[in-house]
T-cell receptor
Framework: QKEVEQDPGPLSVPEGAIVSLNCTYS??????FMWYRQYSRKGPELLMY????GNKEDGRFTAQVDKSSKYISLFIRDSQPSDSATYLC???????????FGTGTSLTVIP | DTAVSQTPKYLVTQMGNDKSIKCEQN?????MYWYKQDSKKFLKIMFS???????INETVPNRFSPKSPDKAHLNLHINSLELGDSAVYFC???????????????FGPGTRLTVL
């Protein structure tokens, strides 16, 4: 079983839709949770960063962490064509010595 | 100004060759990393360098060796290239002095390596 599971998609939504992206994990040592956005042929860029459980909001983006279910989500409100990219979740243990990325979900927002 | 830069952007070479990929960061960060992203977009850390010391060395073949001439540079040398080495290699840096991954990492644009 992989440390981090993420549905690769592809996911296609109309402009303005609410997008929900998810990852599950098996290692209870993970404490830091991140979402990266990667445009085609570019390096990943950090979108959201949360520690432990709870919600974090930044503009149209909301990250949720449910440690009891080992489940994290990224919501994108009022999705735009410019949101079309691959979204990768990543997780780090409290000691920092375990660091894993999900395989990424490919998202296309259709104008 | 580009924060993390890599050269070359594309690298096509024959099996058995030795090649290098260069990485430079102008952010003044303490730690630099190399990642491999395969065709299925799976991103895996290879190793990281902090103050010229190797902190994490994942189970990568010893044909891969990081070289850090100074804090701003971490180059990746690959010997005896194999078909399975074809991937996109990303360099990253962070301010984290401990190299524990808990600080934000800034990625370079990637180097697409194709081994024929």
């Amino acid at each position: 079983q992989k440390e981090v599971e993420q549905d690769p998609g592809p996911l296609s939504v109309p402009e303005g839709a609410i997008v929900s992206l998810n990852c599950t994990y098996s290692n209870s040592a993970f404490q830091y949770f991140m979402w990266y956005r990667q445009y085609s042929r570019k390096g990943p860029e950090l979108l959201m960063y949360t520690y432990s459980s709870g919600n974090k909001e930044d503009g149209r983006f909301t990250a949720q962490v449910d440690k009891s279910s080992k489940y994290i989500s990224l919501f994108i409100r009022d999705s735009q064509p410019s949101d079309s990219a691959t979204y990768l979740c990543a997780m780090i243990s409290n000691t920092g010595n375990q660091f894993y990325f999900g395989t990424g979900t490919s998202l296309t927002v259709i104008p | 100004d580009t924060a993390v830069s890599q050269t070359p952007k594309y690298l096509v070479t024959q099996m058995g060759n030795d090649k290098s990929i260069k990485c430079e960061q102008n952010l003044g960060h303490d730690t630099m990393y190399w990642y491999k992203q395969d065709s299925k977009k799976f991103l895996k850390i290879m190793f990281s360098y902090n103050n010229k010391e190797l902190i994490i060395n994942e189970t990568v073949p010893n044909r891969f060796s990081p070289k850090s001439p100074d804090k701003a540079h971490l180059n990746l040398h690959i010997n005896s290239l194999e078909l399975g080495d074809s991937a996109v290699y990303f360099c990253a840096s962070s301010q984290d002095p401990q190299g524990s991954h808990t600080d934000t990492q800034y990625f370079g644009p990637g180097t697409r390596l194709t081994v024929l």
